[in-house]
């Protein structure tokens, strides 16, 4: 890769795929055209430290290798300097080395060096000397060395090296003949710095070759895909309820592709919740406009049913005072219809109550018509009182018998034979709780509505219901400091238990309860 490819590399520029790319890939490359560019990406900085990683395995690399080429380089003129020797032992019949003066000069030539001599048995023999020859510096034995004696004999003729006369020896073949020669030590640096530039050179080639290759699979086959990711968050984060921004998981299949996989199900499941919120938001909406007029119209129904209880009608005297009990009560609820949306439901005003009176009340509340074959039936016992907020308790009992209702005028409603009945019983517990037991004797509940219970709008169990009257159930109870749940029985039907603390512990659960 030519020096410009590297530095734009290295600055960090981003490569698009191809506009007219007819792959699922052309949304994510959309995806990390929209990613804000930034000074310091991950691919620069993955770039950087492979470049410098592989740099430094070329230096440990040359550490030894410059003290080998510094070995090799001294043993080779070792070497040649007993071949010269040997030569001119063969050469002449009485075995002695002697070499004329032009001889002298073309050896020291070759060699570079100011003294050559071997060393046989104990014989030592001076192939050639310089007359300038003068005091030598340093002394190297190359029958002596280790590897750490190499490496720092190669880096101080580096570093301090040039100048210096050396006297290099060490024995050749078997070891029976020793080579001495001594030279200058500027030859050996040179041609080691000539080496060091070399390894230099090919050492950022190969790493420049090799980081860009780890720069290309990493930005192909990660960095990429995360700015894809990141660009998709950002265009969903932009407008979560359009589903069409949802990211398009690829077939990958490792922890990238398990990645897009997660990410693409918490943006579907987020859209789906925004959605839900923004319906429960029309809702409320609409809610309140119809509380606002249903409001006014039970108050003109108040009045008139005021006028109505001063008729001397015996049947309009016994039906008055229920019916004027029922708008005040429709008056309450639509006051505090919109509690459930806010964050809390209003603080029950506890009252001690006849349970079982109440248990009437709610039973004409709820007006069963003959018709129907229901039977309503108040197993309370008459003297059992209750620390209860009276207008609460009478949402909760009225909630659960008009599910109760719903349920067995829905279940075999021609067959006159099937029994349609609502229990409301309560008992005192031995550890001072009340319960009250709501029953009746109807299909009970289908599994959706039981792992959905007393949640809004999930716990609806007919067609078109909102499963409010459970879940504003729940909410008062657990007001009160008690706890409602579904008892799973052997006979047909739901059977719902209200269990209400002690009056010794009536405060410390109203403190510790909390109000969802």
């Known amino acids: 890769m030519s020096g410009s490819n590297l530095k734009a590399a290295s600055e960090g520029t981003s490569v698009a795929l191809p506009k007219d790319t007819k792959r699922p890939a052309d949304r994510r490359s959309k995806d990390v055209a929209r990613v ?62 002697v070499l004329g003066p032009a001889q002298e000069a073309s050896l020291l030539k070759a060699l570079d060096a100011k003294l050559v001599a071997i060393v046989e048995g104990d014989v030592s023999r001076l192939l050639a000397r310089d007359e300038t020859l003068g005091v030598v510096d340093l002394q190297i034995d190359l029958s002596n060395q280790n590897p750490f004696r190499m490496v720092t004999g190669a880096f101080n003729t580096l570093l301090s090296g040039g100048n210096r006369t050396m006297r290099v020896f060490g024995a050749v073949g078997d070891g029976s003949l020793v080579g001495e020669v001594v030279m200058s030590e500027y030859p050996l640096r040179r041609v080691m710095l000539i080496y060091s530039r070399n390894i230099l050179l090919l050492s950022l080639a190969i790493a420049s070759f090799a ?50 996989a997660e990410l693409a199900a918490m943006q579907t499941r987020l859209a789906d919740t925004l959605r839900e919120q923004r319906h429960l938001a029309d809702l409320g909406l609409a809610v309140s406009k119809i509380n606002h007029d249903l409001r006014n119209i039970l108050a003109s129904a108040q009045m008139i049913s005021d006028r109505l209880a001063t008729l001397n009608d015996p049947r309009v005297q016994r039906v008055a005072p229920m019916l004027l009990r029922s708008l005040d009560r429709a008056l309450n609820y639509t006051q505090s219809v919109l509690a459930y949306g806010r964050a809390v439901e209003n603080a029950p005003v506890k009252r001690k109550v006849r349970l079982k009176q109440l248990v009437t009340d709610v039973f004409e509340m709820v007006a069963v018509s003959p018709e129907s074959g229901i039977g309503c039936v108040n197993a309370v016992g008459e003297g059992l009182e209750v620390e209860v907020d009276p207008d609460q308790f009478h949402r909760v009992l009225v909630n659960l018998c008009r599910n109760a209702i719903q349920a067995l005028e829905g279940n075999e409603a021609d067959q ?11 008992r005192q517990e031995v550890d001072g709780e009340t319960l009250v037991i709501v029953e009746d004797t109807g299909p009970g509940l289908p599994e959706r509505a039981r792992e959905n219970l007393f949640k809004a709008f999930t716990g609806s169990v007919r067609s078109g219901g909102t499963g409010l009257g459970l879940a504003i159930a729940a909410e008062i109870v657990e007001a009160h400091g008690g706890r409602i749940t579904l008892a799973d029985g ?10 209400l ?14 109000i969802t």
């Open 36 to 97: 804000p560019l930034v000074r310091r990406r991950i691919s620069t900085r993955l770039l950087l430290v492979t470049m410098l990683a592989v740099m430094l395995a070329e230096v440990l690399i040359f550490v030894p290798s410059i003290a080998n080429f510094r070995e090799d380089w001294l043993s080779a003129k070792i070497e040649t300097a007993a071949v010269a020797g040997l030569a001119s032992s063969q050469n002449n019949p009485q075995g002695d080395v």
């Open 490 to 499: 052997t006979t047909p039907g739901a059977r719902f238990e209200i269990r």
């Open 501 to 514: 603390p002690s009056r010794s512990s009536l405060g410390a659960a109203a403190a510790t309860v909390p």
């Open 416 to 426: 006159p034979s099937v029994v349609r009945r609502i229990t409301i019983a309560a």
């Open 211 to 260: 980081a860009l290759l780890v720069y290309g699979s990493i930005s192909a086959y990660l960095i990429r895909p995360i700015q894809a990711m990141t660009g998709s968050m950002i265009r969903f984060g932009e407008k979560p309820a359009d589903s069409s921004r949802i990211i398009r998981p690829t077939e990958r299949d490792d922890e990238i592709g398990v990645a897009e």
